[in-house]
């Protein structure tokens, strides 16, 4: 499993359950975004054939999830918003190296950090959740994040070595729980 460095707080789940409607269309555009995130890899590296099976299941797998909470989106009447940045992702891009490796292994591990926090989080939200099919959806959720983060990792060390791989995803973790500390309140993944 993994581990993060910075837990998510309870006023983070207080903000998210007493606004779940925007946490829902915060949540429909993140998926969305993860899914095109997926086939990104595929565009931008075609080389790294390890990359191109997998990825184009996970990209699937996010829109069937965006599919999922916009199903959830239009029961409880609300409208799809238009895309905002997000500041906790944006905080991580920025950390991103350049040069075609040093980015790769980095948006890999950057994805399985996205992944591990998601997992928390939506663990977090079914567990709050009464019995249902949304928190069924959202214990589905937390599992899909868990091997997404896994399957992240394992893609940065088919190209690079364990050790680099190891020690990078520590420093972006530290990173990460830096910015969570910094993130302020809101009905949001992020």
Not at 25 to 40: F, G, N, P, V
Not at 139 to 152: D, I, K, M, N, P
């Amino acid at each position: 499993m993994f581990e993060l460095h910075q837990s998510s707080s309870p006023e983070w789940l207080e903000a998210v359950m007493i606004d779940f409607d925007s946490f829902l269309l915060d949540h429909a555009a993140c998926e969305r975004k993860a899914s095109a995130t997926a086939m990104l890899f595929v565009v931008r590296y075609p080389d790294r054939e390890a990359l191109i099976a997998p990825l184009i299941d996970v990209a699937l797998e996010e829109l069937e999830h965006f599919k999922m909470v916009y199903a959830i989106i239009q029961e409880r009447g609300l409208t799809l918003q238009r895309d905002t940045k997000d500041p906790y992702v944006n905080a991580l891009l920025k950390h991103v190296r350049t040069g075609r490796d040093e980015r790769l292994m980095d948006r890999l591990i950057v994805g399985a950090v996205l992944e591990a926090r998601g997992c928390e989080r939506f663990g977090m939200i079914a567990d709050a959740l009464p019995p249902g099919q949304v928190k069924e959806f959202y214990v589905e959720f937390t599992r899909s994040e868990a091997r997404h983060h896994g399957l992240y990792l394992r893609l940065a060390r088919e190209y690079f070595a364990d050790d680099l791989v190891e020690a990078r995803h520590t420093w972006f973790l530290d990173r990460e729980a830096e910015i969570v500390r910094d993130l302020p309140l809101r009905a949001a993944l992020h």
